[in-house]
């Protein structure tokens, strides 16, 4: 079985080609964050006239790039939401216009579906498993009991760990996107400032980046008013090492407690190095096997949205022509 899966919640314009569910046979990534990076951010407008005009090519180079044309495709898996509206209204409009042309399936898919299927190129998913989801917009873990299953255990009470990597990279005049600046910078630091963790209640599997967030800029902002300097690469360190405690030890936690069979990590800041480091360190004293793409399957792409809707597409479900973007799609 070969889906056609089709991405652009965000900044990215995606689409590739998966067989099985399992193997990548085109993978196209149209990034845009060098018309983004001089505003600090995404902007909603320019993303979505970046998709427009991006889209027809990105699909067009992922049937040539795996040398395979419309009879092929069994069905079109694309991200309906969350997302920037205008951003998803693009891919799930091509989608339904191509469905219908072609006379193809069509299958929605949630964003953080095809993030956590990232995985499934590496391994089989054995059953219960646990997922800690590390993006732009999320901070999750999430429990699954079998394939397209997803029950919510712990979430971000107010920022996201991506959210609070760009926005503390801002501070530290970091260009956007700040995870990676931030994660390289951390490399060559020291953990010597002592940034809060929060761990909320003893039994509570929910995060809070904000008052992290908070620290870090006042500790900037109250050296710069006294004419001290203080170390980047420490702060980003530091920063880092708060971050990566809360994750790792939360996740360690609800892995023993739900006794699951694999550990998964999905999102954009599952490419942070001490995060991979750290969460590697701590199951590898378990009998836990612990999965984490390669790195740029953790950022956005539609490699991870076709493996998505492949399993949909086996549990015999579509969609129809009333798909529409969903920005605020639950998982579930
Ligand atoms: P969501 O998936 O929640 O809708 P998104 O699609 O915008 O949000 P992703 O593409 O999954 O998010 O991830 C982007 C985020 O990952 C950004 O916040 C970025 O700074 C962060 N990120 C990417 N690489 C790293 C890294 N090496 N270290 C830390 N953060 C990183
Ligand atoms: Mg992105
Ligand atoms: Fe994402």
């Given at each position: 079985?070969y ?5 652009t919640?965000?900044?990215e314009?995606?689409?590739a080609?998966?067989k099985?569910?399992t193997?990548i046979?085109s993978?196209?990534v149209?990034?845009q964050?060098d018309s983004?990076?001089?505003f ?6 320019i993303?979505?006239?970046h998709?427009?005009e991006q889209?027809?090519?990105?699909i067009e180079?992922?049937f040539q790039?795996a040398n395979?044309?419309?009879?092929d495709?069994d069905a079109?898996?694309v991200t ?5 509206v205008?951003a998803?209204?693009?891919g799930?409009?091509a ?7 072609k006379?193809k399936p069509?299958i929605g898919?949630?964003h953080?579906?095809g ?6 190129f590496e391994?089989?998913?054995?059953f219960?498993?646990?997922a800690?989801?590390v ?5 999750e873990?999430v429990?699954?009991d079998e394939?397209g ?7 971000t009470r ?17 260009p956007y996107?700040?995870g990676?600046?931030i994660?390289?910078?951390a490399?060559e630091g020291?953990e010597?400032?002592?940034f809060?963790?929060?761990?909320l209640?003893?039994d509570?599997?929910d995060?809070s980046?904000s008052?992290?967030?908070?620290s870090v800029i ?7 008013q ?5 170390n980047k ?5 530091s920063f880092q090492?708060s971050?990566?405690d809360?994750l790792t030890?939360?996740?360690?936690k609800?892995a023993?407690?739900y006794?699951?069979e ?12 001490g995060?991979?480091?750290?969460l590697?360190?701590?199951f590898s004293?378990?009998?836990?096997p612990l999965?984490?793409?390669p790195l740029?399957?953790?950022?956005d792409?539609a490699?991870?949205?076709?493996a998505?809707?492949f ?7 579509r969609?129809?022509?009333?798909l529409?973007?969903n920005?605020?799609?639950?998982l579930?």
């Amino acid at each position: 079985v070969y889906i056609l899966g089709i991405e652009t919640s965000c900044d990215e314009t995606a689409a590739a080609i998966v067989k099985n569910g399992t193997d990548i046979i085109s993978n196209v990534v149209a990034s845009q964050i060098d018309s983004h990076k001089r505003f600090g951010g995404v902007v909603p407008e320019i993303a979505s006239r970046h998709h427009v005009e991006q889209i027809t090519i990105v699909i067009e180079e992922a049937f040539q790039k795996a040398n395979l044309s419309w009879d092929d495709i069994d069905a079109i898996a694309v991200t309906e939401g969350p997302g920037l509206v205008g951003a998803l209204l693009v891919g799930v409009n091509a989608a339904k216009g191509l469905a219908f042309a072609k006379q193809k399936p069509l299958i929605g898919v949630h964003h953080i579906a095809g993030h956590i299927y990232a995985n499934r190129f590496e391994r089989e998913f054995e059953f219960p498993l646990l997922a800690l989801i590390v993006s732009g917009g999320h901070t999750e873990l999430v429990l699954m009991d079998e394939h397209g299953s997803y029950e919510l255990i712990g979430e971000t009470r107010d920022d996201a760990a991506g959210e609070a990597y760009d926005k503390v990279a801002r501070v530290l005049d970091l260009p956007y996107p700040g995870g990676p600046q931030i994660d390289h910078l951390a490399r060559e630091g020291e953990e010597s400032i002592n940034f809060p963790r929060a761990w909320l209640e003893e039994d509570s599997f929910d995060f809070s980046f904000s008052g992290l967030k908070s620290s870090v800029i006042n500790t900037i902002h109250n050296a710069s008013q006294r004419g001290e300097t203080f170390n980047k690469e420490d702060v980003a360190a530091s920063f880092q090492k708060s971050v990566v405690d809360v994750l790792t030890a939360k996740t360690y936690k609800a892995a023993a407690q739900y006794n699951v069979e694999q550990v998964i990590v999905a999102g954009g800041v599952a490419a942070n190095q001490g995060l991979r480091q750290a969460l590697e360190a701590k199951f590898s004293e378990t009998t836990i096997p612990l999965l984490i793409p390669p790195l740029n399957l953790c950022t956005d792409n539609a490699a991870m949205i076709a493996a998505a809707g492949f399993v949909t597409y086996q549990q015999g479900k579509r969609s129809g022509w009333d798909l529409n973007a969903n920005p605020s799609l639950m998982l579930n």
